[in-house]
């Protein structure tokens, strides 16, 4: 009877197991949880599939590993469509995948929520640690798609506002691939040398245009984010629309809604800047003004404090006066008090002492002589310099220095200066103090008439006489 059953090799079993495997499940969708996910280095990725009771393995080929627009993990929840095979080798069956998709948006913002609860435990986040952007840089990196509509944006919108030198780093912005770019630019830039054939950037930003959560998922690999948090070069992020939001964000010195908007936190307005400096200037012109009135004016006011200079050097020349007296008198005193002394050692001595002691004291007072004469012309000499500095200063200040400018000084019949009109009154007279003259007057009222000049010279033809004023207090003086 075992003659009758037909023999099959082993290939051919796992053969015809495979063709009614595939032919059965020729295409099929499958909710799952990712579980041992490897990345071979031909690029192809390894996982398995399971739920609370069983589990398929499953193989993603590197074709389609790299339309993912997320990294797979474990643990998280996956839609994976593809075709149910067998692996012969190894006896077991497994699902060749094709497409593989977050089981939904919950999903991914729940991978989300936990690694930005990770990464913000490891201090990425932290304010503390944000750098201030330059107020004008002047060269920008940046990080984008060069084919993209982004970087026109901001190019066209550094043009409008501040021109700048830009630097583009392109990458590709979605899908396998793109967060390891993405990473590497914001770690090239960081690498360039000061001074280097390619300047260094002092600002960096990284730009993107709208899309889904799977679309903008390269800016939340933790890669990116802590290439970005890292980052010595200020950065800004400018990922999406404004209600995009992702961790690049977060660990980003500045987050702009848009990148036409990092372009213009990046740059100020050129016509704003040089009206602020023209209003700063006039600000400044007017503030040294003030400050220059406000000085004069205390100078001034110190200046009525002061004491005149007549009392400053009064005492002074008073007390030169009074010393220049007492001096000849007192030399005189004091070679009297000598001669006495010397009169009263002759006549107690005898002539050969007395011929000694004369000489002594003949040489005593030479030496008193010739002290007391370089020691007196000095003290002379200075007090004529200081009443000669005291004289220089009086003579500066001396009235007669106002007549030179064509003022009068009248002095009334007193001889005192005369100050106001009404300490005049008709038929007084008075003497007028010119530059180079007096002259005598005598007050008529609202007429005037010259007296004899005290020094000789021709008289003037009388002038006739001006009409009274609305204050008859007050005369007039030819």
């Not at 643990?75 to 095979?85: A, F, I, N, P």
């Amino acid at each position: 009877m075992g003659g009758n059953v037909h023999e099959y090799t082993v290939s051919e079993i796992s053969g015809a197991l495979k063709r009614t495997v595939e032919d059965q499940f020729g295409y099929v969708r499958v909710r799952a949880e990712l579980s041992g996910v490897k990345r071979a280095a031909s690029g192809h990725v390894y996982f398995s599939l399971k739920d609370d009771k069983s589990v398929i393995d499953g193989i993603m080929w590197r074709g389609s590993a790299a339309k993912l627009s997320f990294v797979p993990e474990d643990g998280l929840e996956v839609l994976c469509s593809g075709k149910l095979t067998t692996y012969p080798a190894r006896s077991k069956y497994q699902m060749v995948v094709d497409r593989m998709e977050p089981a939904g948006a919950g999903a991914l913002m729940a991978l989300l929520e936990e690694r930005k609860k990770a990464l913000a435990a490891e201090g990425l986040f932290d304010p503390a640690s944000k750098k201030p952007i330059p107020y004008l840089p002047q060269v920008i990196g940046v990080v984008t798609s060069p084919t993209g509509a982004v970087i026109r944006d901001i190019l066209h919108r550094l043009q409008d506002r501040f021109p700048r030198r830009v630097l583009v780093w392109p990458v590709i912005v979605q899908g396998q691939g793109a967060a390891e770019q993405i990473s590497a630019a914001i770690e090239g830039f960081n690498a360039l040398a000061e001074g280097g054939d390619t300047p260094r950037p002092d600002l960096i930003i990284v730009a993107r245009g709208g899309g889904s959560v799977e679309d903008l998922w390269s800016f939340n690999e933790e890669n990116v984010v802590r290439a970005a948090a890292a980052s010595a070069i200020p950065l800004i992020s400018a990922v999406g629309h404004e209600t995009d939001t992702t961790l690049i964000d977060y660990a980003s010195d500045l987050r702009a809604p848009t990148p036409t908007g990092a372009a213009e936190m990046a740059v100020p307005v050129h016509a704003d800047l040089v009206y602020s400096i023209a209003d700063l200037g006039r600000r400044l012109e007017g503030l040294k003004v003030a400050v220059i009135r406000d000085r004069h004016d205390r100078l001034t006011g110190l200046a009525r404090g002061l004491p005149s200079p007549k009392d400053l050097l009064g005492l002074a020349v008073q007390r030169f006066d009074e010393l220049s007296e007492r001096l000849p008198r007192g030399l005189q005193h004091a070679a009297q008090q000598k001669a006495v002394g010397l009169s009263r050692l002759i006549g107690g001595l005898r002539a050969s002492t007395l011929m000694q002691a004369l000489t002594f004291q003949r040489k005593r007072l030479q030496t008193a002589q010739d002290r007391l004469v370089p020691s007196y012309q000095r003290r002379v000499a200075d007090m004529a310099s200081r009443l000669e500095n005291a004289g220089r200063m009086l003579e500066s200040l001396s009235f007669e220095r106002v007549l030179d400018r064509g003022f009068v000084l009248v002095e009334g019949p007193d001889g005192k200066p005369v100050s106001q009109a009404g300490d005049l009154s008709e038929g007084d007279t008075v003497r007028a103090r010119f530059k180079d003259g007096t002259v005598g007057m005598q007050v008529l009222g609202d007429k005037a008439s010259s007296g004899s000049r005290a020094t000789e010279r021709p008289k003037l033809p009388k002038k006739k006489a001006k009409p009274k004023t609305s204050d008859d207090r007050q005369g007039s003086l030819l």
